[in-house]
């Protein structure tokens, strides 16, 4: 008789494993790049890091230790009626959504902190300090790593927060610099005071627009990836055919071996997220002057400068306003499916327009973010009159991999059009109305034609921003 195999440990405890540990080397990669900045005195210590979330309070090393102590005492009682019974999916999930908390919540006030002393002690505005590259590269990767725990989640809650997280370090900077921190020293963020500090932050936000170009380029990033992860929390939370969908997924993903043959994907999307928020980065280092305002009282007239600075802010103009567009048609087609049935066909309001205006709307906002990259270096060397190869030189890296950035996520869109156009012509090629359709609404931008057969996860689905067609675009 054969002995019996011996046990080994199940891809769940091994991703669980692996998830906890990245959390954990996160916290010391960002804690090393702070100290080795400068940005804080002391260590965040792992209890300040994993942050003893009870309540929503965030303790901080920024924080007097006799009010972290009064809150833990408060909150005593929080922790002897937690649940002991916990599922293992929900410990997971738990551990990356406090973990990601607790890091960029530490970022942000890390940050803030360390400026408005500066600012302080000099008696006028701070010089602008922006994140790290470690910083931005773990606020790309951390989110990404949700993937492990479900392969869609890489590409679209992972994509939706590396996106958030990134360009509200970035804003933070901006607007610290400006004198206006978003987030001041000692700032709590117990439950009692959460919505007013909330609400203090969207009003510094909004007397940022006008007045700074790299504020209204990062809320526009923000806007993204915020909208998108409450958009996609909606779907899933209220229709059930994208739930059986994202679990179509992950079977099929299953199938393919351990999540841990999920790495080198994953890691590549963080990449793509990353060079997707460097063109922030550029307009961020060299347009802090520059605002919004001046471009309504002025023309592209009187040389060279005038006609790059305007044109600069359109770029950043039209990034919002293709994230806009994306959200108009999340939002068209939700009400409309709701209204006429889920197999029904949507082509009232922007759709009489643009047949997929999520995705055309994203390669308008992000190839715009773009452009605003290279317009900044131009419109910087024309303005200064020298050094205009020196700057170049100096930020070629950044538009280098802004440049890939958006040649790598309109590929990405423009394939899943290529997908959704063919199989929105398998169900409803028939119609009178989808041929009427077509004729009058624009594609956008489409990469190839998709030939094959519909398989039975997208057969019946023509939703934009499909989880399935966006991850086969990826891979």
Not at 75 to 96: A, M
Not at 281 to 302: E, Q
Not at 398 to 414: E, K, P, R
Request: net charge positive; with cysteine; proline share 5%.
């Amino acid at each position: 008789m054969s002995p019996s195999p011996t046990p080994s440990a199940s891809p769940h405890k091994i991703a669980t494993m692996i998830l906890l540990f990245s959390l954990l080397l996160a916290s010391t990669t960002l804690t090393d790049a702070f100290n080795h900045a400068g940005i804080i005195s002391s260590p965040i210590t792992m209890n300040a890091l994993t942050g003893r979330l009870h309540g929503l309070r965030v303790e901080s090393p920024l924080v007097p230790a006799h009010r972290c102590q009064a809150q833990r005492n408060n909150n005593l009682e929080l922790s002897d009626v937690s649940p002991r019974n916990e599922s293992k999916k929900q410990k997971l999930v738990g551990s990356v959504a406090l973990g990601l908390f607790a890091i960029s919540s530490n970022a942000a006030v890390a940050f803030a902190a360390k400026k408005t002393a500066t600012s302080a002690a000099a008696s006028s505005v701070s010089s602008l300090v922006l994140p790290t590259t470690s910083t931005l590269v773990m606020a790309c990767l951390l989110p990404t790593l949700l993937g492990y725990y479900k392969s869609e989640y890489g590409v679209s809650y992972g994509y939706g927060t590396a996106m958030a997280v990134s360009s509200s370090l970035v804003l933070s900077s901006v607007a610290t610099a400006s004198g206006s921190p978003l987030l001041p020293l000692g700032t709590t963020l117990k439950p009692a005071i959460l919505l007013p500090a909330i609400q203090a932050i969207l009003q510094n936000v909004k007397s940022l627009l006008p007045i700074s170009l790299p504020a209204f380029h990062a809320s526009s990033l923000l806007f993204y990836g915020t909208r998108l992860d409450l958009f996609l929390f909606y779907r899933e939370l209220c229709l059930p055919r994208f739930r059986a969908m994202r679990e179509r997924i992950e079977e099929r993903a299953k199938k393919q071996g351990s999540r841990l043959k999920r790495t080198p994907f994953l890691v590549s999307c963080a990449f793509l997220y990353f060079c997707m928020i460097c063109p922030l980065l550029v307009t961020a280092r060299l347009c802090g002057g520059l605002n919004m305002t001046d471009g309504l009282k002025m023309g592209f007239g009187g040389g060279l400068v005038p006609v790059l600075e305007q044109s600069l802010r359109v770029s950043v103009l039209m990034t919002l306003s293709g994230f806009l567009l994306g959200a108009i048609g999340d939002v068209n087609k939700s009400i409309g499916k709701a209204i006429q049935g889920e197999d029904s066909l949507v082509t009232g309001g922007i759709f009489r327009f643009f047949r997929h205006p999520n995705y055309t709307g994203e390669v308008i906002g992000w190839c715009s973010s773009c452009c605003a990259a290279f317009l900044a270096v131009f419109w910087k060397a024309a303005k200064t009159g020298e050094g205009g190869l020196a700057l170049l030189r100096t930020m070629a890296p950044y538009l280098s991999l802004s440049v890939m950035g958006a040649i790598g996520i309109s590929f990405v869109l423009g394939t899943a059009t290529a997908g959704l156009e063919y199989r929105q012509h398998e169900k409803y090629g028939d119609m009178e109305e989808y041929k009427q359709w077509v004729k009058k609404s624009w594609v956008g931008f489409k990469m190839g034609q998709q030939r094959k057969e519909p398989s039975e996860d997208t057969a019946d689905g023509d939703d934009e921003g499909s989880v399935d067609s966006e991850e086969k675009a990826e891979l």
